[in-house]
């Protein structure tokens, strides 16, 4: 298979997943719609292009990437089933077993609204960096946060849609197939992070930076930073500063520029520390705001495009498509593969003028060139004088960083801006400074500052809460959130409890309360149902056996025959006891099989005063034997018998008969 073939359709990949209809095509792979014919259930097939296959470092890498990547389970994520290598004759597949996802991308939204308002916006956003989150926290990173990556399904519950993030681990696992991180810039060129582009080094704050240029897209409807190539727009990361999206779409609110522009800076570390961190500063500015969530709609997804041209086999770095000035940037969608400049954290300068031996027109022009370039350095002379003694002395006047503290924030922008200072401001928890209040800045109050500097003013958003967590929801969810509100979730086992209306595994309990306030980190431990509470064993004891059966099934029980008993207190044919034994508590998960013995006591009938060939037959008839003491006549009858009439006795004993004469 080529990246443009089409013939997998219809064929079953290690005798299990029958690949059906191509859903999207990449340079790195194809999608079908298939079907795991084991359990019966739709599947998304994502199949890497066959050069891969070959690679050994990639496949291992790729094996180790999809375990990873299955062990995350969010309701956000796109699950990974199951991923292996399929080798059918010479050729061999590998392939990566995906949650079916019915619906379009974000990139299909984009392309039919242009922009999104900022509800609809923060909304994606939010699920978006839910996902990232998750990974985050169990030592993943995407790589590669794009449009295309942002998948939107349907829940079951229209209108709204559900966003899921796919492709996790990808990008890390391509950049083992014949490449080294240093000489190769992978990803996509709209949304790579600086660091990625100038170093290769790829982290939580490079997805964080990523996301950002996502919410930035989907706030003015363009990327950022657009070029005649891929390493001009890629290298416009490392140089120029993310602009404020207000500044292409006017009357997006300052909170928002603010938070597009603190997730896109292009020092790593003035960046949220990782997704989760993200998604805490995206909700303070939509609760600050006052944004509730919009629903998100689910388009189709879009006609696979047209196949493109076979690739070159003989390419060092496999599946991707070459930047070159024969094969210019096609845009900035694409996960591709870029020689990064050695030892050159910009674009390398235009190459140096030829030898002299090899240009003597030059060298005869060269006098008017040292003329021009003495009449510019004066020029410049003269210019920069003339901006010294206008602007130039009260640009470089430094002033005393005022002291903002217990602010609020107009008072204390007010305060920056009347010092001659810039202004960001950054929102965190903080356990004494109430909330909206400033806490301090950076640089602090008192430091020396020169005019128009940008000053970081933090701002309180007052003591964490403890969110609120209904019962029913997934364990992991609920302890993203509370980590979200800055606190620390802590599993309770002594909390948990038996419950009809909650199911098992998932929370039942937190504590303290949701809407508690609580100091940074503190503790909240939850509690999670255990399932339905026991149901105990129903007392038959003395029923008949058909009537302990069904009173056994009424309970929800699975009654079964255990066997007999002699038992001197319960007559022939009643329940004599059940194991597991009347009263014992039985979980919903254990099993429900009762045992059911019923009694083998047989009663002693009378007879006394009966001739002895009817009193032997009597007995006989009860399952007894007659014992008879003496000789006997044919018209002796019976005078006593041990046991007494009535007595319970085991089938087959002996009972004495006393005759007379």
Known sequence: MTSTDTSLAGTLLERRYRVDGLLARGGMSAVYRGSDTRLDRPV????????????RSFVERFEREARLAAKLHHPNVVTVHDQGVDVAGDRSHVFLVMELVDGGTLRDLLDQRGRLDAPLALSVAEQMLAALAAAHQAGLVHRDVKPENVLIGHTGQPPSGVVKVADFGLVRAVASAGTTSSSIILGTVAYLAPEQVTTGAAGERGDVYSAGIVLYEMLTGQAPYTGDTAIS???????????????????IPAALDDLVLRATRRDPEARPADAAAFLQELRHVRAALGVAPAPIPVLPPRPVPAPAPAADPDRTVPAFSPVTAANPVAGPRGTRAMVRPQNAPVPQPPPAPPAEEEQPAAVRRRPVVLWAVLAALLLALAGGGIWWFTVGQDAAATVAVPSVAGLDQVAAEKTMHDAGLSVTVVRQRHNTVPAGKAIGSDPAAGASAKKGTTVVVQLSSGRPTVPDIRPGIDLAQAEAAIRDAGLTPQREPGSDNYSSAVPAGKVLTINPD?????????????????????????????????????????????????????????????????????????????????????????EVPSVVGRPVPDAIRLLG?????????GRTRNFSIVVGQDPEPGERVERGKKVKLEVFP
């Open 621 to 629: 008839d009860a399952g007894l034997q007659a014992d008879v003491e």
């Open 233 to 251: 727009v890629a290298y416009r990361h490392v140089n120029d500063d993310v602009p404020a999206p207000s500044t292409v779409q006017p009357g």
């Open 44 to 55: 998304a097939i994502k199949i890497m292009d066959p050069r891969f296959a070959d690679d």
């Open 514 to 602: 949701s809407g508690t306030p609580l100091p940074i980190g503190a503790t909240v431990k939850i509690g999670v149902s255990k399932g339905a509470p026991p149901t105990p064993v129903p007392a038959v004891a003395g029923m008949s056996r058909d009537d302990a059966f069904q009173r056994l099934r009424n309970a929800g029980f699975e009654p079964y025959d255990a066997g007999g008993e002699f038992s001197e207190n319960v007559p022939g044919g009643s329940v004599t006891r059940t194991t597991p034994a009347a009263g014992t508590a039985v979980d919903a998960q254990g099993s429900k099989r009762v045992g059911v013995y019923v009694s083998t006591a047989v």
